[in-house]
């Protein structure tokens, strides 16, 4: 069932978010059943792709990681979704009274986990890792990504429609302050704790 709705939002996500709401996940249902799943999509493309065909910025010259040095990367990312999609939900429920929400965290962890799903199936395009190719796809995933936070929250949030789009834009604030937070702590991870090792594509 977990499955059918991640489908769901992809492609009817008003009526998705709907009959997700009656489900009543729980928050480690959610991270068990599928951020454990969904995190490991472009965890595992990157390791591949980073070692079998290598990374390029144009699609010209190609430079491969050692298995080593992109083993690390992969399970540190790993690691950040997991934290990046908890904060995320112990944000929304901390901020939710101030909009008129009443909901459990666990319905905090529902909207983040499938208004991620996006994001997460686009890290398959990590499996040929060209930057403009990544860049695109990460952008019209995000689009989506914005489009299913503000259907969703008014469906799980419960929350009238005005305070919703205003709950909805402070999500959306967190979520890209976590993401450039991602990307400042990877670029410095990648320098100091986890140095990157090239071989020659």
Not at 66 to 77: D, E, P, Q
Not at 80 to 88: L, R, Y
Request: aromatic fraction near 14%; include cysteine; glycine fraction near 8%.
């Amino acid at each position: 069932m977990f499955l059918q709705h991640m489908w769901g939002v992809m492609y009817d996500p008003k009526h998705e978010w709907r009959d997700i709401h009656k489900e009543h996940y729980s928050m480690m249902h959610c991270f068990m059943a599928q951020i454990s799943i969904l995190a490991a999509i472009p965890a595992l493309s990157l390791f591949i792709g980073t070692t079998q065909i290598g990374w390029s910025v144009s699609g010209g010259e190609f430079v491969k990681l050692t298995m080593g040095s992109a083993l690390m990367a992969a399970i540190a990312f790993y690691a950040a979704m997991w934290f990046a999609v908890g904060f995320i939900a112990f944000t929304i429920h901390w901020m939710e009274k101030t909009y008129g929400g009443n909901v459990s965290l666990d319905e905090c962890m529902v909207l983040t986990t499938f208004t991620a799903t996006p994001l997460f199936l686009a890290g398959i395009v990590g499996l040929y890792p060209v930057l403009w190719l990544n860049v695109l796809v990460g952008m019209v995933a995000l689009c989506y990504t914005v489009y299913l936070l503000y259907t969703g929250v008014p469906e799980i949030m419960q929350i009238e429609e005005d305070r919703a789009f205003f709950f909805a834009s402070s999500i959306l604030t967190v979520g890209l302050c976590v993401l450039v937070g991602l990307l400042a702590t990877t670029v410095i991870l990648w320098s100091t704790f986890i140095p990157l090792s090239y071989v020659s594509g």
